[in-house]
């Protein structure tokens, strides 16, 4: 169960950087509306870190967690911000994910 709420924090820590990009792109109130959609994701994504340290080693949820929001934050950086998918980023990424499963691999 730790490693469902680990991987769910670290979706939030994706949506936060998603509404982090959007509220850099917008302004006026709109604006307000994303950065609120932030906080939200930021303490919702830190309180389910804590949940799963509490059963995790902190080394392993740590580093899977932003694991998990480095590589979402790429793709959405790559799908809604047009940022650029170049070999070398789809490349390092890939390598995150392998680091990632492996963390999981030795963990368990």
């Keep these: 169960m730790a490693w469902i709420i680990l991987v ?35 303490a919702v994504s830190m309180w389910l870190l804590v949940k799963a ?19 979402g934050t790429v793709l959405v950086g790559i799908f809604f911000f047009n940022e650029p998918a170049t070999f070398w980023r789809i490349f390092f990424i890939t390598t995150l994910i392998f680091s990632i499963v492996g963390l999981k691999v030795v963990a368990s």
Excluded: D, H, M
Excluded at 53 to 61: C, D, E, H, W, Y
């Design 8 to 42: 769910i924090a670290g979706l939030f820590e994706v949506a936060f950087a998603f509404c982090l990009g959007k509220f850099k792109a917008t302004s006026g109130s709109v604006s307000l509306y994303w950065f609120g959609g932030f906080l939200l994701c930021l």
């Design 53 to 71: 340290t509490q059963t995790l080693p902190i080394g392993t949820a740590y580093a899977v967690w932003t694991g998990i929001g480095a590589v």
